[in-house]
Structure formats: structure tokens, C-alpha cells
């Protein structure tokens, strides 16, 4: 068995969590409220600039070029279509520029996004890839999950029906599968004396993936 695929049978019912939370179920069949989705939508905006962060650090880190390249990828994505991406929906959404420009960080955000820029200050090349396994993998998961289910958003009360469908469409195979791939290769080639690190990184980082749906759904419940 491979080391993601043992990390991920240790923490199957996190990932389950992670992957079919009601947010996501709710996202699927159209009839996730609207303000869940802009709070969520708005404290991703806020996540991706440490997702960034933690991508280039790692492209720093890689031992090679042939190894840094995916990931410089991905980080150019981010930053192009991505971000061009997020823009435009805040139009669909009719957030206004201020709201977005200005958003200030929930506390679980705040703490995810310190965790993983952290994490690629402290930590090796190989337990970034890691926690980026993580952060993909997982919407990778749902996405081609809903996918293959064959969800009609559309048909939902939510009134954003295609949006969310095209949301769910940026997170299937065609878009994610590669760097995923890649992040799990990386993982899978660990040695042995790092397993036990990647297992603190794989459930912390699913962990926050978690308290991430749970915020968007419920808001936030930290005291």
C-alpha cells in the first residue's frame, strides 16, 4: 500500500467528513443558501493568499527543478485564472469590491492558513506536499465525487445553481488530477524515519479541512 493511500485508510473518517460534508452535499444539489456559499467563498479568497505563501516556499525547497516545476504551475494558476476567477464570481455573487478587498480572516481561517505557512517555513519539502495533498486531494474527492453522480445544481432553490456547477466543474480530474498525482508521488517516495511527521501533517491539515466546512456551513463557533 502506498503511503498516501495508508495515510488515508488511517484517517478515513476524516477524509469521509472532509469529502462529504453537507456544505458539499448541499453544493451538489443546488440548495446550499447563499450566504453559506459567500462566506465560504470570501474566507477561501482570504485562505489562497497562504495557500500561495505555502506553494512558493515550497518551489524554494524542492530539490530540483524537475520537482519544483509542478508546483510552479500550480502557483501561476492561482495567481492567473484563479484569482481572475474569483473576481468575476464576486460579480455573480454581487459582493461589492470593498467587502472583498476587505475581508478580514475567521478564526478558523486564520489558523488553517498560519498552519501551513508555518508548516513550509519549519518543515521539509516532502511534508509540504503533504499538507498539499491534502488541501487538493481533498477537492479533488468531492468534485469528481459530484461529478460522477451526475448533480444538477441548476435544479436547486439557491438561485446560483450554475454557478455552483461550474464551481464543482474547477475541481474534477481535468483540473486537479495532475498536481494531485504529483503531490502524492512526492509523498510516496518518503522514507520511512518521515511517516511519522507526514501522519502529524495529513491529519492536521485534514483536520482544518473539516473545521473549514464546518465554519462556512454553521459560522464560525470558536468562542
Not at 516545476?69 to 455573487?93: M, N, Q, W
Not at 508555518?118 to 488541501?135: D, G, K, N
Not at 509523498?187 to 501533517?201: F, G, H, Q, S
Not at 473549514?212 to 470558536?222: H, V
Request: charged share 25%.
Amino acid at each position: 500500500m502506498s503511503i498516501t493511500s495508508q495515510l488515508k485508510t488511517e484517517h478515513a473518517e476524516l477524509w469521509r467528513m472532509a469529502v462529504e460534508h453537507p456544505f458539499i452535499n448541499e453544493l451538489g444539489d443546488g440548495s446550499l443558501p447563499a450566504e453559506k456559499f459567500r462566506r465560504y467563498f470570501l474566507q477561501d479568497y482570504v485562505f489562497v493568499n497562504d495557500l500561495v505563501k505555502m506553494a512558493g516556499i515550497a518551489v524554494s525547497k524542492a530539490p530540483g527543478l524537475e520537482l519544483a516545476r509542478p508546483i510552479e504551475e500550480f502557483l501561476h494558476a492561482i495567481l492567473g485564472a484563479e484569482d481572475a476567477l474569483f473576481l468575476d464570481a464576486f460579480k455573480t455573487l454581487e459582493i461589492p469590491e470593498n467587502d472583498y478587498r476587505n475581508v478580514e480572516p475567521l478564526p478558523t481561517t486564520a489558523a488553517f492558513g498560519n498552519f501551513l505557512v508555518r508548516l513550509a517555513y519549519e518543515s521539509s519539502f516532502t511534508e509540504i506536499c503533504c499538507a498539499m495533498f491534502v488541501t487538493e486531494g481533498v477537492y479533488l474527492d468531492w468534485g469528481e465525487r459530484l461529478r460522477k453522480s451526475g448533480v444538477k445544481p441548476a435544479t436547486g432553490k439557491s438561485g446560483l445553481g450554475e454557478f455552483y456547477q461550474g464551481w464543482i466543474d474547477l475541481h474534477t480530474e481535468d483540473v486537479l488530477g495532475e498536481i494531485v498525482r504529483f503531490l502524492g508521488g512526492v509523498v510516496d517516495n518518503a522514507a520511512e524515519t518521515e511517516l511519522p511527521r507526514l501522519r502529524r501533517v495529513f491529519e492536521r491539515a485534514l483536520r482544518y479541512e473539516v473545521a473549514f466546512w464546518e465554519m462556512s456551513y454553521r459560522g464560525e463557533q470558536w468562542p
